[in-house]
């Protein structure tokens, strides 16, 4: 039944709804209504129903409305800059020989241990402003700087407190197998051992843990210890995600399929094993070209072959002091069109829908009746051209729930 009145009416949009045959789901002239923080109507004007009316009518002037953006993956809270690293990668060194002389991961680490939670939420404040700025209505953040239990729950309870003071979604995700931290050098086992048996249940009965998350890799952990933090996360009920195949192949992209996990994020040196793994459980490919640009990697995800097998792919920035200091989701948008041949709709898809099916949500990144009345009203019309323009600032307007989230 159609309410009375609803609380908002966007009239005379060029609506992307990512939902439909149409490309981007385009309806052109179209009208949105929202009741209830919830998508109320969507259709072209002239079926919009007569006498329809809400509180609130705004004329968008065939102005572009999109579904608010979804970041999927990102480490924005964190002690510190790596600035200085930059200059050091630009001299020749390579993320593994920094990460080998004691910089990399564990100099953030350093920085984030050491930073109080106003501290460490007075900087990662901004860069969660600059995403929103530009469009992003829901927002995943993971721990992974703190490598011990008090700062792991210190960048949790950080990522919240944003969710909170900017008014947008923040979905969390354990990242403790980040990196192995200096003082379990001679103990991996006994550091493995504590993320698994203390670190993730305590967090997790703290409402601090939304999904697990490691990272796979020669310099980090090896696929049996991520077995074993999967095997924990599954018993606690918790779904898990993986940075796989960033810089060799270590089979993470089938493991993390294995336990229908979210996303499989990364993939530069995915296989075909793991495409058939991921296709098979539905598990979603992120592309995070914003790391493969900073790291001046040459080899690229296998698109054609993710394509090829119906695997849904995000993007993201993964926002984060070492490989990707990305503030901003369309260019990471822009970023996967250039370097990795996306097309424009598969990129803004990226960016919507299949990002939030990467974090296990089904009610936002498409405009749908009955979807979260999160949108995005643009300084454009055509959606192209939200990954066509490289950097600027195109949105004008940002609603969450129905209501405009002041700037
Ligand atoms: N892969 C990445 O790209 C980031 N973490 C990860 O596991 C890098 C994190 C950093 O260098 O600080
Ligand atoms: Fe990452």
Known sequence: MMPTRWDLL????????????MPFGLIEDGALACADGRIAWIGPMRELPPGASATHVEDLGGALLTPGLVDCHTHLVFGGNRANEFDMRLNGASYEDIARAGGGIVSSVRATRAASEDELFAQSLPRARALLADGVTTLEIKSGYGLETETERRMLRVARRIGSELGITVRTSFLGLHALPPEYKERRDDYVTLVCDTMLPELAAEGLIDAVDAFCEKIAFTPAETRRLFERATQLG????????????????????????????????????????????????????????????????????????????????????????????????????????????????????????????????????????????????HPAELCYWIGGSLARTIYRGGCAIPA
């Open 10 to 21: 966007l009239t005379h949009a060029n609506l992307a709804s990512f939902a439909g045959d």
């Open 238 to 381: 918790l779904p898990v995600k993986l940075h796989a195949e960033q810089l060799s192949d270590q089979g993470g992209a089938a493991l993390v399929a294995s336990f229908h996990g979210l996303s499989a994020d990364h993939l530069e040196h995915l296989g075909d094993t793991g495409i058939a793994a991921m296709a098979e459980a539905g598990t979603v490919a992120v592309l995070l070209p914003g790391a493969f640009y900073a790291l001046r990697e040459t080899r690229l995800p296998p698109v054609a072959a993710l394509r090829e097998h119906g695997v849904p792919m995000a993007v993201a920035t993964d926002c984060n002091p070492g490989t990707s200091p990305l503030l901003s989701l369309r260019l990471a948008a822009n970023m996967a069109c250039t370097l990795f041949r996306l097309t424009p709709e598969e990129a803004l898809r990226a960016i919507t829908v299949d990002a939030a099916r990467a974090l296990g949500l089904d009610d936002r990144g498409t405009l749908a009746v009955g979807q979260r009345a999160d949108l995005v009203r643009w300084n454009a019309k």
